[in-house]
């Protein structure tokens, strides 16, 4: 049985993008995530993923690091300049080259400055929206003086998310619990008509479920959240 991670109408990760931003990286343990993937010729690769949004790094069972080129993954080595990993000759499908050194990643200072460089772009704005937001509270808090922005102001900076608005919801199928071996009580929408319905649709019921994504939120801000 899945678990779910939000009662009633809610059985998804839902990552308001539109509204609060690119939700944060969210890392891979120490042991990586497992994968696969098929090659062009119809080879499947398995694969373990470690890193984040902002630095990844692939590798096989064997642990020789892999690079995607086009939609083919081939063995890596490090560059001559030790700032990128670079493809052999020689697909992930096949042996790996005689030699070939395993876990290779890049110096720690680069790895950090390839973070730092896509965390930056990632992020766009929302490093600067959510300090205008702290910024507000505190001049709430402490009263509007000097060079600090109106009360008025301030509470309308730091003002909840309310309106209409419109973002992206993701939805996540988690794999069966082997604890709970109950069937599943809510059969997952599959086709794209179910899907919009489960997010948009006013009254959903589908399944089991008591309304819709729109419904969730509308519901918990007591109608001041329309969002789809």
């Known amino acids: 049985m899945k678990k779910s991670i939000m009662s009633g109408s809610i059985r998804c990760s839902i990552f308001l993008a539109g509204i609060l931003g690119v939700a944060q990286a969210a890392p891979y343990g120490p042991e990586g995530h497992q994968t696969s993937w098929t090659q ?103 009263g509007a003086t000097g060079n600090r922005m109106s009360k008025a102001a301030a509470k309308a900076q730091a003002a909840p998310i309310s309106g209409s608005k419109v973002g992206l919801t993701i939805l996540v199928q988690f794999p069966n619990d082997s604890a709970t071996p109950a069937n599943d009580p809510v059969t997952f929408p599959t086709t794209r008509e179910k899907m919009e319905r489960y997010c948009n649709q006013v009254g959903y019921s589908d399944d089991g479920n008591y309304g819709s994504v729109r419904d969730y939120f509308y519901d918990q801000s007591l109608g001041n959240l329309t969002y789809t």
């Not at 876990?103 to 992020?123: C, F, I, M, Y």
């Open 40 to 142: 062009p010729n119809g080879n499947v690769v398995k694969l373990r993923v470690f890193g984040d949004e902002n630095y990844g790094r692939t590798e096989t069972p064997a642990g020789h690091t892999v690079v995607l080129e086009g939609m083919t993954y081939y063995y890596a080595a490090l560059s001559q300049d030790g700032k990128s990993l670079v493809a052999t000759s020689t697909p992930a499908d096949q042996q790996a080259p005689a030699g070939l050194a395993k876990h290779t990643d890049l110096p720690k200072e680069q790895v950090g400055k390839v973070w730092r460089e896509n965390h930056a772009r990632n992020s766009g704005d929302r490093d600067q929206r959510w300090a205008a937001r702290v910024n507000a509270v505190h001049s709430i808090r402490e």
